[in-house]
């Protein structure tokens, strides 16, 4: 309109108005802060009376609160190296030391190095997690921020003062961040996500005559994500107890989409007329970490035995087996299984260990329709179109991809001709 119209708002929500859960006061956790504050602006007038006219639009968040976290952790007695576990008549027993080195095949005995990495760890207050023989619970409060914001803008534009041709223009805008939880307290986040996705529109609608009316658009949105990790290496651990660290990967995709659409209406007589036509250019950009590193694990299934030659002549009961040999694995020091990754491309080139791998996933479409609404008689409409779409296969830009090296048409029909081969040879024999 000609008159400058806007608003103002704000919500807020607090700790004070919250509760803590059953969980943490369980473990006598305080209550994770909580605020949330949601607030933004609108303004909307004309910049020139009549003729041009704006629209502007913000929004942000900001979330200062807390989230839960729980990882499974050695409890006290095995951090000095003493593996517990019940025996088949229910009574607790422990191996200590000098008993684990008699038990190893190797006869070597609880590891320094792993001690020392188990100690590291804080003291369990969780009961509710672990099996409470050789693993319990860690909970803690983590601190977690988000940022939102949303800018949006629009401007419209009455070519002639008859309104008989108007365009507009309309931008969108996203800075958003967000951080995740931490390993444990102290440790950065395992991973941080950020969002600058952005965004355009413009369309011009023109009265070309009182039965003949044209929209074209043309739109661009650009998708942009990208979710930060804390592994930067190779990595080994002990099996059933959380790593001392994160593990987490990065990951980018960026997909930029081009869209071009035309739609335009007839009336004639009895008649409405609609035709259209829409392309869609697609971009899907991403590079991901999530297999540039490689990892060992103590898991005592990779034994001889499947774990069984860390029993020696003890007499586990069978609900406790798995704790006893992750716990002895652990305290021995085992890297029993190991997991590597390696990228290659088509070419057969190997991708450097830590490196990420890049795609461009491409897609071309579009479709066009006709379509007409007949007014046959007062009480009697027939609506009749034909819509046509074109979808060809994806593709990767820099020819990250395989394919078959005979054409599917091909081999599917040789499949069928032989088919039906078979089924008259069996018709056959059964006469």
């Known amino acids: 309109t000609n008159e400058l119209h806007g608003s103002l708002y704000e919500y807020r929500r607090g700790t004070e108005t919250a509760a803590n859960s059953f969980f943490s006061n369980r473990s006598s956790v305080p209550i994770a802060p909580l605020l949330i504050n949601l ?9 020139k009376k009549n003729k041009l006219f704006y ?79 050789n693993t319990t619970g860690y909970l803690f409060n983590a601190p977690v921020a988000s940022d939102q914001n949303t800018y949006i803008a629009k401007l419209d534009y009455k070519i002639d003062n008859s309104g008989k041709n108007s365009v507009f223009w309309r931008g969108n805008l996203q800075n958003d961040s967000a951080n995740g939880t931490p390993q444990f307290p102290g440790q950065p986040p395992n991973s941080v996500t950020l969002n600058n996705s952005k965004g ?27 979710a930060t990790g804390v592994l930067t290496q190779n990595y080994e651990w002990f099996r059933g107890y959380a790593t001392p660290y994160g593990t987490s990967t990065g990951t980018t995709r960026i997909i930029p989409t081009h869209t071009i659409s035309e739609d335009l ?25 999530a297999n540039s590193f490689s990892s060992a694990s103590s898991n005592p299934s990779w034994l001889n035995g499947s774990g069984n030659d860390l029993t020696g002549t003890l007499s586990i009961s069978s609900g406790d087996l798995n704790s006893y040999e992750y716990a002895m694995g652990a305290v021995l020091g085992l890297e029993a299984q190991g997991t590597a990754h390696y990228n290659y ?50 593709y990767e830009a820099n020819g990250q991809q395989a394919s078959t090296n005979i054409p599917l048409t091909t081999w599917l029909n040789d499949r069928a001709d032989r088919s039906e081969e078979h089924t008259s040879e069996l018709q056959s024999l059964r006469h």
């Open 39 to 47: 607030f933004g602006g609108t303004a909307g007038g004309a910049i």
């Open 55 to 133: 629209f502007i639009n913000y929004e942000g968040r900001r979330d200062r609160s807390s989230a839960q976290v729980s990882q499974t952790i050695p409890t006290e007695t095995l951090k000095q190296g003493i593996v517990l576990y019940h025996d088949k008549n229910g009574v607790l027993q422990q191996v200590g030391p000098a008993q684990i080195q008699q038990i190893d095949p190797a006869g070597i005995g609880t590891d320094p190095a792993a001690l020392k990495a188990l100690q590291a760890f804080p003291v369990g207050n969780d009961t509710a997690l672990g099996d409470g023989i």
């Open 200 to 226: 355009f529109a413009t369309g011009w609608t023109s009265v070309i005559s009182p039965s003949l009316v044209s929209n074209f658009h043309y739109g661009f949105t650009r998708y942009g994500n990208q």
């Open 345 to 394: 491309l088509v070419d057969g080139t190997v991708i450097p260990p830590g490196a990420p791998v890049s795609r461009n996933f491409v897609n071309h479409e579009g479709e066009f329709y006709a379509q007409d609404t007949w007014k046959v008689t007062r009480n009697l409409t027939v609506t009749a179109g034909l819509r046509f779409s074109l979808e060809p296969p994806v």
């Open 265 to 289: 209406s007839w009336v004639h007589g009895a008649h409405d007329f609609r035709f259209g036509t829409s392309v869609h250019l697609i971009s899907n950009q991403s590079l991901s970490y």
